[in-house]
């Protein structure tokens, strides 16, 4: 297969879709591989690390899109990629098409394959593509609020893990998922007092079997979330419902009972975000401040270690894009449960129903 990976042009982003590692493993199944220019230079390879390993070099990003029957890629298309997605290409990349309405009409319009890698998914419900980038994102949760929370950084003034005789930062973490749980060990271990709330009671027990004993684990309720959002010094909103949009755990009016200088890392924002006020913000431009209260709101968090997260997510993705070249995207998902709920968009129609309910549109299922 003719495979194209481009460089990211959305604002901050240096991931890169594959390795070099990565795309060894795929010429030397004997695809084609074009990367664009300078594509990998964000995470620290360079084009010879490709050329190396058997990939062309594309020139452009108009080039790299024309030339190639599947794209690899790690964000979703901004707009200005839109016009380069060809009818029945196939596009492997994040999507997060339910936050975001422009983009499904584009994709529906474009008549190309979107397989999403947030919604491939694992007879056990875990999602193995949304794993790697939430490991990220929930122990940076931490690293960013920790900062924010500094004086000159807007927040109270807290250290997270206190010192002796100084009580340590209350930490709220809404969500118990990957991202939850990663954002609670970091937490836990700069010596934060730490509750992390959840819905799923099995997940509850879990977490409090593994993490220790500075972590308290809570049903996500609204009265307990009211009760303690009032002593929190650092809340982070890592909430899931695959493929729908967020639910709103914090209204706005509920941001006038917080501390002022307390901060909020919503990582759910790419799902709309848990908190009501939250909205999507960049690394350049990473808060803002509402009734007092720090927002911190970039929907790509893993773009700031890219090195980190470029290997992280190949390690992840690579299985499910040897299985698409090799075999194309109807048998591949044919053959796997897990990549078919990959698929989102399919030449012009909604497969997948969050997404269709998003924005009332007509769903047809997959046959
Ligand atoms: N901003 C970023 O850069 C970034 C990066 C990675 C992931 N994310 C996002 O972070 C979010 C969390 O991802 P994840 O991998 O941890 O998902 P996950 O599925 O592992 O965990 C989500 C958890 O939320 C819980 N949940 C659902 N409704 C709840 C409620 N009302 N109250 C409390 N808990 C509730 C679920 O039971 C689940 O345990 C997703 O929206 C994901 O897209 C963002």
Same mark, same amino acid.
């Given at each position: 297969m003719i495979i194209g990976v481009p460089k990211e042009i959305k604002n901050n982003e240096n991931r890169v879709g594959l390795t070099p590692a990565g795309a060894l493993a795929l010429t030397s199944r004997g695809h084609e591989l074009h990367i664009q220019k300078g594509a990998g230079i964000g995470s620290g390879f360079l084009d010879n690390d490709y050329v190396e390993v058997g990939c062309k070099i594309s020139p452009t990003i108009e080039s790299t899109y024309d030339i190639a029957e599947m794209i690899i890629k790690v964000k979703e298309p901004i707009e200005k990629e839109y016009g380069l997605i060809k009818k029945d290409q196939l596009l492997f990349t994040y999507f997060h098409f339910a936050s975001y309405e422009p983009l499904t009409k584009a994709m529906l319009k474009s008549g190309a394959v979107c397989l999403s890698y947030e919604t491939v998914q694992l007879t056990d419900g875990s999602l193995p593509l949304l794993v790697p980038m !939430?490991? /990220?994102?929930?122990?940076? !949760?931490?690293?960013?609020?920790?900062?924010y929370l500094e004086k000159p950084m807007?927040?109270?003034? /807290?250290?997270?893990?206190?010192? $002796?005789? /100084?009580? =340590?930062?209350?930490? %709220? %973490?809404?969500?118990?998922?990957?991202?939850? &749980?990663?954002?609670a060990k970091m937490a836990a271990g700069l010596g934060a007092n730490v509750t992390i709330l959840d819905i799923n009671l099995d997940r509850l027990r879990y977490l409090s079997e593994i993490l220790p004993a500075n972590v308290n684990t809570l049903y996500s309720?609204?009265? *307990? %979330?009211?009760?303690?959002i009032k002593s929190a010094d650092l809340i982070v909103g890592a909430v899931l419902i695959p493929g729908a949009k967020a639910p709103k755990i914090i209204s706005k009016e509920m941001l006038k009972q917080m501390e002022p200088g307390t901060v /909020?890392?919503?990582?759910?924002?790419?799902?709309?975000?848990? %908190?009501?006020?939250?909205?999507? &913000? @960049?690394?350049? *431009?990473? @808060?803002?401040?509402?009734?007092? +209260?720090?927002?911190?709101?970039?929907?790509?968090? $893993?773009?700031? +270690?890219p090195r980190t !997260? &470029?290997?992280? #997510?190949? *390690?992840?993705? #690579?299985?499910?894009?040897?299985?698409?070249?090799?075999?194309?995207?109807?048998?591949?998902?044919?053959?796997? =449960?897990? #990549?078919?709920l990959g698929l989102n968009i399919v030449k012009g129609k909604v497969v997948y129903e969050a997404i269709a309910d998003a924005f009332d549109l007509d769903y047809e299922p997959l046959h």
């Open positions: !939430s490991e /990220v994102a929930g122990r940076m !949760s931490i690293q960013e609020g920790a900062k807007g927040g109270k003034g /807290v250290l997270l893990g206190g010192v $002796p005789g /100084v009580e =340590p930062a209350n930490v %709220i %973490i809404i969500g118990g998922g990957i991202v939850g &749980t990663q954002a309720d609204q009265h *307990n %979330i009211n009760r303690l /909020v890392v919503d990582v759910a924002v790419d799902q709309g975000g848990c %908190i009501e006020t939250c909205k999507p &913000t @960049t690394h350049e *431009n990473p @808060t803002y401040v509402i009734d007092d +209260v720090l927002h911190y709101c970039v929907a790509n968090m $893993p773009g700031a +270690v !997260s &470029t290997f992280a #997510l190949t *390690n992840a993705t #690579l299985k499910y894009a040897i299985q698409l070249a090799d075999k194309g995207w109807e048998q591949a998902c044919g053959d796997d =449960p897990a #990549l078919r």
